[in-house]
């Protein structure tokens, strides 16, 4: 998944579980998403992305047929 597709994908509280995951502020969090460079940025990406695709598989296995 593309950074481009994370920050579309992104739902609410996602940073916020990041962050707690992360033991760092959600601002700090939020910063890191926004900015490559940073310390925490490749983590809180990935941290996002599983909770996208767990989201998605979740919401795929209970469509209703």
Request: net charge positive.
């Given at each position: 998944?593309?950074?481009t597709?994370?920050?579309?994908k992104k739902a609410?509280?996602?940073?916020?579980?990041?962050?707690?995951?992360?033991?760092?502020?959600?601002?700090n969090?939020?910063?890191?998403?926004n900015?490559?460079?940073?310390?925490?940025?490749?983590?809180?990406?990935?941290?996002?992305?599983?909770?996208?695709?767990?989201?998605?598989?979740?919401?795929n296995e209970?469509?209703?047929s």
């Amino acid at each position: 998944m593309t950074y481009t597709e994370i920050k579309e994908k992104k739902a609410t509280g996602d940073i916020k579980v990041a962050a707690n995951v992360l033991k760092i502020s959600q601002t700090n969090a939020w910063n890191a998403l926004n900015r490559p460079g940073s310390k925490y940025h490749e983590m809180v990406v990935q941290i996002i992305e599983k909770l996208i695709v767990s989201r998605e598989k979740i919401a795929n296995e209970n469509s209703i047929s």
